[in-house]
């Protein structure tokens, strides 16, 4: 395992760090030489993309966390809409699955019980599937219709990190190549879309660099019992995944609120010096988590915002500030999950956690 680890105390960090590449990888072969997102080799014909009606995205986990990024994507660029359900949901709630459903199937291992049975329903209901899977072979890889698959290499921490960065980026990618199919995107904004996917990983690189101030929020968080993430859009779904993965590593109860809900319910649970983590990477929703940060702080909580780098008006307002490279909104969230991953990586280190190996949580889950 030593050996294995490349020099980093555990595989969560050094995944952390292999982000960067693991993206490139997954990105190499699927853009072409014309600077066109190219999937002749996963075989979907535009044709089948053209008569999809709806689509299913499902999964779970951290796959599920990545399968909503990836619904807004489709949503905005394709056009197309997306409905989502945790696999273990999914197959119980009678889903609205014919010929004209595309199912897609997020899957780091390929072999969750929960994601693979869901996949199984919807074929049997006629649904063409497309798993986004990381393991070659596995089980949801052979059964799928077509795989995309995320290059992210092996993944042994239980916690997900490049899985889901792939993922997204991935699920990004789809969504592009299905808009051009379906002539919802120009060509302005395709070539600018794909440009920001392909600045990725050195914006990743960056964020990678300057990750001393993380630790000092860290330190923070690690005497805390609770901790509340909020965000809005994209960063709603981000809040997610930050919070996720906290608890799963870190063992502190943490929760994921839609910032504009928090009135009805969770401010209740805010008391004095209770952190709350405000993610506030989309411009157009920045002032409304200006006055939701402002919320929680006039009821004593320590604020720790997140925005892009340039918003300084957030300076005057939260405790603490983690800065991301400037991004369009719609791309913010593979960036602004590093900060959370190191985030969630250092406050179960200083609290001593079994980070590679959380108690009671599995890398796969092939029991429902
Ligand atoms: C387990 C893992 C998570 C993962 C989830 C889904 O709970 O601990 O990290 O996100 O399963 O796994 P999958 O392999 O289907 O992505």
């Known amino acids: ?27 190499m072969s699927r853009i072409d030489d014309s600077g066109k997102i190219n999937l002749d080799n996963i075989d979907i014909k535009s044709e089948d993309i053209k008569n999809i009606e709806k689509i299913y995205i499902v999964a779970c986990g951290t796959a ?15 056009r197309i809409p997306v409905l989502t359900d945790i696999a273990s949901e999914f197959r119980y709630n009678n889903p609205f699955i014919d010929e004209k459903t595309l199912m897609i199937v997020v899957s780091q291992s390929g072999e969750t019980a929960d994601t693979l049975a869901a996949l199984r329903l919807a074929k049997e209901k006629k649904a063409k599937v497309l798993a986004v899977c990381n393991v070659v072979g596995s089980s949801i890889s052979r059964e799928a219709d ?28 789809i969504a592009l190549y299905m808009a051009d199919m379906k002539g919802t995107i120009d060509e302005f904004e395709y070539k600018k879309v794909l440009e920001e996917v392909k600045v990725l990983p050195e914006k990743i690189e960056k964020i990678l660099e300057s990750q001393s101030n993380i630790k000092s929020a860290a330190s923070y968080i690690s005497k805390s019992s609770d901790i509340f993430y909020i965000g809005r859009g994209f960063d709603y779904y981000l809040a997610m995944e930050g919070s996720l993965k906290l608890k799963e590593v870190s063992y502190i109860h943490s929760e994921a609120m839609a ?27 920045y002032d409304k988590m200006i006055s939701n940060i402002k919320e929680v702080k006039a009821r004593g909580a320590y604020t720790i915002a997140l925005a892009k780098e340039g918003n300084t008006e957030i300076k005057g307002v939260a405790d603490f500030i983690i800065y991301i490279p400037s991004a369009i909104d719609e791309l913010t969230a593979p960036l602004a999950v590093i900060p959370l991953q190191l985030l969630a990586y250092y406050v179960a280190t200083e609290r001593g956690c079994d980070v590679d190996k959380p108690r009671n949580l599995a890398k796969s889950v092939t029991v429902e």
């Open 1 to 27: 395992d030593e050996a294995k680890k490349g020099g980093y105390d555990h595989f969560m960090i050094k995944e952390i760090f292999e982000q960067p590449k693991a993206i490139k990888d997954t990105l």
């Open 64 to 78: 599920y966390h990545a399968g909503l990024v990836g619904k807004a994507l489709i949503e905005k660029y394709a």
């Open 146 to 173: 077509y795989v995309f698959y995320t290059w992210a290499g092996p993944e042994i921490a239980v916690a997900s990190t490049k899985a889901y960065t792939t993922q997204v980026v991935s699920l990004a990618l």
């Open 259 to 285: 910032a504009g809900e928090l009135k009805h319910g969770t401010l209740a649970l805010i008391e004095e010096n209770t952190p709350v983590l405000a993610l506030a990477t989309q411009d157009f929703l």
